[in-house]
């Protein structure tokens, strides 16, 4: 991920980003299962899906977070290794739009099987658990960052890369997003589309084709979304 400081306006997105700055090309979404085993190993290391859900506030599934996370460190070591950073589809976007790496927003944070709500951090115990070991549990620390409780706080500004390609402001503040299956009621039956803002399909598409991309969905122009 940084690659996305310093983008030039002369190259695209996916020249730039995807060859040094995302260890893993291809990442799942909700329906994801690929981490089944995973889940239920973190749930049983946890004391069972009440203790858990106590502890971090929700129970295990495959497409956890907590779950991911552990299954790419058991089924691709060497991305694993490559990796500095783990963002989520929303501050993944947020990130390219401001050329920094956004932090988690709390809500998000706390559907990621890796957040104690009572103690407004990350779990240390759940972090260990995915580290594996004393050593690598700082690296897990640096991976998730810092957690954003204000959400009216705006997470930078337009990047020079799209206002000199694209005509948006210079400097205009840049507000975090959040992932669609958060705003929905029915959240855990939903698969996780990237949706991108209409000033960002309409004037940006190529940011659509890179997540299109990362996340193997087939990008549609939507001019009136």
């Known amino acids: ?15 730039q980003i995807l060859p040094k700055g995302v260890a893993s090309r291809h990442v799942p979404v909700s329906r994801d299962t ?3 085993t995973q889940a239920a190993s973190l749930e049983h290391a946890l004391g069972g899906p009440e203790a858990m859900a106590n502890q971090v506030g929700t129970t295990a599934h495959a497409s956890l977070l907590a779950a991911q996370m552990l299954h790419m460190r058991d089924t691709k070591p060497d991305a694993w290794a490559q990796t500095s950073r783990v963002v ?22 706390a559907a990621t099987g890796l957040y104690s709500a009572p103690n407004e951090r990350w779990d240390e115990g759940v972090l260990r658990i995915i580290a594996g070991s004393e050593k690598e549990l700082d690296r897990v620390k640096s991976m998730l960052g810092s957690i954003e409780r204000n959400g009216a706080k705006p997470v930078g500004q337009i990047s020079p890369y799209f206002s000199t390609k694209y005509g948006l402001d210079a400097g205009e503040r840049f507000f975090g997003m959040i992932l669609q299956v958060l705003t929905s009621p029915r959240y ?3 698969p996780v589309y990237v949706r991108v803002p209409g000033i960002i399909s309409v004037a940006c598409p190529e940011l659509c084709r890179l997540c299109c991309r ?12």
């Open 188 to 190: 855990l039956n939903l």
């Open 34 to 36: 690929s981490a089944t």
């Open 214 to 225: 990362i996340w193997r969905h087939r990008y549609t122009a939507q001019p009136g979304y």
């Open 88 to 109: 989520l589809a929303s501050a993944f976007i947020s990130s390219i739009m401001t050329g920094k790496i956004s932090p988690f927003a709390e809500a998000e944070a």
């Open 1 to 15: 991920m940084t690659s996305i400081q310093g983008l030039s306006e002369k190259s695209s997105l996916h020249d």
